[in-house]
């Protein structure tokens, strides 16, 4: 009796990888297509990531910023959302980082001085990405593209 029962608890434990499964003609009572169950897992998403760049960050610390310049940049940085769009007013990161708002004024100066963050639309500022990225690579190359063309734009018009 307990051989049996032994019995029947090993084969309850066959793994799930060896079930045959199949999609049966519900006419006909015909299996049409017979294979295994695999496992498939669920993607990973990773929140709160953004791709930093090496020689963006050699500059950085070659470009003598001062520290509150610094540390909003790294609020910057945290608050940055994809295509590296960062919607954040100056009250707010004066109220997260405990600086007056004059303070803050300079050191976003600083920053768009330095070619580290670029106006956008919408009370909106882009961090270059030379410095790092937030979202799809193809994208990235797409706006490096966009960002070289201007440039090569703006100075061929100076040049005339």
Known sequence: MEAEQQTEKTN???PIANARVGIIDKETGEVIDEGSLIYVPQRVRIKGFFMGMQDGFEYLAKSNLKSEALNVLLLLIARMDYENVIRVSQK???DVLGMKKQ???RAMKTLREA???DPGEFHAVHL???IGWRGKVTNMRKHQAKLTKETTERTS???V
Do not use: F, M, R, Y
Request: aromatic residues 0%; neutral net charge; without cysteine.
């Open 157 to 159: 018009q100076s040049v």
């Open 12 to 14: 309850s434990k066959k």
């Open 92 to 94: 707010e990161i004066g």
């Open 115 to 117: 070619g580290v963050i």
């Open 103 to 105: 303070n803050v004024s």
């Open 128 to 130: 270059s990405p030379d």
